[in-house]
């Protein structure tokens, strides 16, 4: 298997942190110019210039180990000698770039390999080419079933993220967002998600899977439930930016179960989880169920803008038109897309990231062990969250699930900027920002894992003893 990361890892090794935070006076100039809403140069103060395999070095010539990977988009890693390859072919064929949704050879290729990795049920579907974002794709699905059932209500989840647009927005966990632009969309509807550290009914195990599924299942078929029957059921098999929450199997089984016995279409957003990361190609496959839709971006572009979904072909009721957008039929990220897939499925990828998770989540429950400050270690593949919490000597807050201690969003920030100091970097997500959250490209290997751990286990002695003094004592 060739996954190393050339070259750069040879510097990367020789490097030796910490790294210098220097201000830049082009991130000077982008505060000065750039919109409020811009987020991660706000904790990752960073200006880019080269990037290779799970490496990227700034314009101070200083050395990083991305562990963002572009919100995990970056399957490959930056650069991928394949993926650069597929795009100079495309580029000097003389195809043209961009087709709206008009077919090409490469564009058939591309459909036949996604296809291809769908489980038995979805390969007999249609796809619709979207906009070039996950938001854009999910306002496809809700139109879809909407158009499909006849019906407007979807069920959503706390702590679910799906976009930025209106719709996406409305079946978004966060309030901090929608609470400015005056509520959410009419029919949505937000459910209790399973997040086992912290149990929304305090129970957790076995017994909060069998309420939960009795919740769902009340509103589904109480016709006092006050939930009008619904276009759809939303949901992220593991949640990304609300934390990093793997919903349990059992829970999954249940709501494919109870929104089939309803005849509501299940739609499952893999933007995020996708293309292997999790450690199946998808992460519904772990549980062995089909979604009716299923939404996809990130990773299936290789690194370039794209979006698609897909779906039973019985749901196929829309019009001509009924969805469309400029850019869907953008050949450079088809090209990348392709690529992509071939690669993470020639290579068992998924197989790889799963070795690689498991590996990573072993070395942080072993700093867990010796930091009362980490909660929890969790998730699939390589997508694993670490919570950061108030400590062991902080009083449980009441109806905060198991007992946990309440969620550190200052230290969590500490941590990030002092793992930025050891050269690498993180993002932070889930409630109060809490969650350390480690989305590696699937090519990592075990001693780049090793370094990360080691280095993760620097920054958090590091910010602890800054955060909390005593807790360097």
């Known amino acids: 298997m060739n996954i190393a990361s050339g070259a750069f890892a040879l510097d990367f090794f020789r490097a030796q942190p910490p790294i210098h935070l220097r201000p830049d006076p082009i991130l000077s100039r982008q505060e000065q110019r750039e919109s409020s809403a811009r987020s991660y140069p706000r904790r990752i103060p960073l200006v880019l210039s080269e990037a290779r395999g799970i490496y990227v070095r700034d ?62 049920g979805l390969r007999q579907g249609r796809i619709q080419f979207c906009g070039p974002s996950g938001s854009d794709a999910v306002e496809a699905a809700l139109k879809l079933v909407r158009t499909a059932t006849g019906r407007r209500a979807v069920v959503g989840f706390s702590g679910a993220y799906h976009g930025m647009t209106a719709g996406a927005l409305s079946l978004m966990g966060n309030l901090a967002v929608r609470q400015p632009l005056g ?56 949640q990304g930016e609300g934390g990093v929450i793997p919903a349990p199997i059992r829970w999954l089984q249940g709501v494919r179960r109870l929104t089939r ?53 019985d749901l196929d009721r829309w019009a001509p038109g009924a969805h469309a957008g400029t850019f869907r039929g953008n050949q450079l990220a088809m090209a990348a897309g392709l690529t992509t897939i071939q690669h993470v499925r020639e290579e068992a990828l998924h197989l790889h990231a799963e070795a690689m998770g498991q590996r990573l989540a072993g070395h942080l429950r072993s700093i867990q062990a010796d930091c009362s400050f980490i909660g929890d270690v969790r998730g699939r593949g390589l997508m694993i969250g670490v919570e950061i919490v108030e400590g062991v000597e902080t009083a449980p807050r009441v109806g905060s699930g198991l007992g946990a201690s309440p969620g550190d969003g ?9 793992c930025l100091e050891q050269g690498l970097i993180l993002e932070v997500g889930g409630r109060h920002g809490a969650v350390l959250r480690f989305l590696c490209p699937l090519i990592v290997t075990a001693d780049e894992i090793d370094e990360i751990a080691e280095r993760f286990r620097t920054a958090i002695r590091m910010a602890c003893a800054m955060h909390i003094p005593e807790a360097a004592e």
Do not use: W
Request: proline share 7%; aromatic share 6%.
């Open 59 to 120: 314009a101070a010539g200083q050395l990083y180990i991305d562990c963002l990977a572009g919100a995990g988009t970056l399957a490959l890693g930056h650069n991928h000698p394949a993926v650069i390859a597929a795009l100079r072919d495309a580029v000097d064929s003389g195809a043209p770039l961009l087709t709206l949704d008009l077919p090409t050879r490469l564009k058939d290729a591309f459909v036949e390999a996604l296809f291809a990795s769908l489980p038995a």
């Open 183 to 238: 509520g959410a969309m009419g029919d949505a509807h937000i459910m209790p998600y399973p997040y086992e550290f912290r149990c929304p009914f305090g129970l957790g195990g076995e017994r909060a899977i069998d309420v939960h599924l009795h919740l769902l299942d009340q509103v589904l078929n109480d016709p006092e439930s006050g939930v009008p029957a619904p276009a759809a059921v939303l949901l992220e098999a593991v």
């Open 261 to 313: 016995a309803a005849g509501v279409p299940l739609v499952i957003d893999e933007i995020q989880t996708g293309v292997g990361r999790t450690g199946t190609f998808f992460a519904f496959e772990r549980a062995g169920i089909e979604p009716d839709v299923v939404v996809l971006s990130k990773a299936i572009g290789g690194g370039l803008p794209m979006a698609v979904i897909i779906y039973r072909e």
């Open 410 to 418: 200052a230290l969590a920030r500490a941590v990030q900027r002092a």
